[in-house]
């Protein structure tokens, strides 16, 4: 009678667990998918913002190759494979943004005086800082 008494107490406990678990594993997922939507809708706003055919050939670039890993005894545990880098897209699409609005101001479409001060000066320093990142990557070539 005490032993079967325990079994209850420990089945019972287990499944408390089991249940706190699957609780944890469903929120943490639901975080995850939102952060996931979250990405995907930045990914439309730069394709609108950009056009299909830039954001396709800037995803083209961010694409990145994984080689395939192989063990000790030279079996392949893990394929090669191609993933968007995600991070290095949203940077570089915003790049391109400031670099499509330079040019549209250096070509008298929109004016330097557009917007807010703070604005104006963050636009300025990014074409600074993008001018002197390609002149070093000239420099190196």
Known sequence: MLQAG????????????DSY???MVKQY???S????DQIERKFELLEEALGSEDFAM????CMVTVPEVKDESGAITQEAKTELNREAL???????????????ILKG???RSTGRSSSRRMHS???????QRNQELNKEL
């Open 109 to 111: 479409l929109r004016k």
């Open 29 to 31: 997922s639901k975080k």
């Open 6 to 17: 325990k079994l209850r107490k420990a089945a019972l406990a287990k499944r408390k667990q």
């Open 21 to 23: 678990f699957k609780k």
């Open 33 to 36: 998918n939102e952060l996931n």
């Open 125 to 131: 320093a990014y074409v600074k800082f993008l001018s």
């Open 90 to 104: 949203l940077v570089e699409g915003r790049h391109l943004l400031v670099l499509k609005r330079e040019d549209r």
């Open 58 to 61: 800037l995803k083209d670039i």
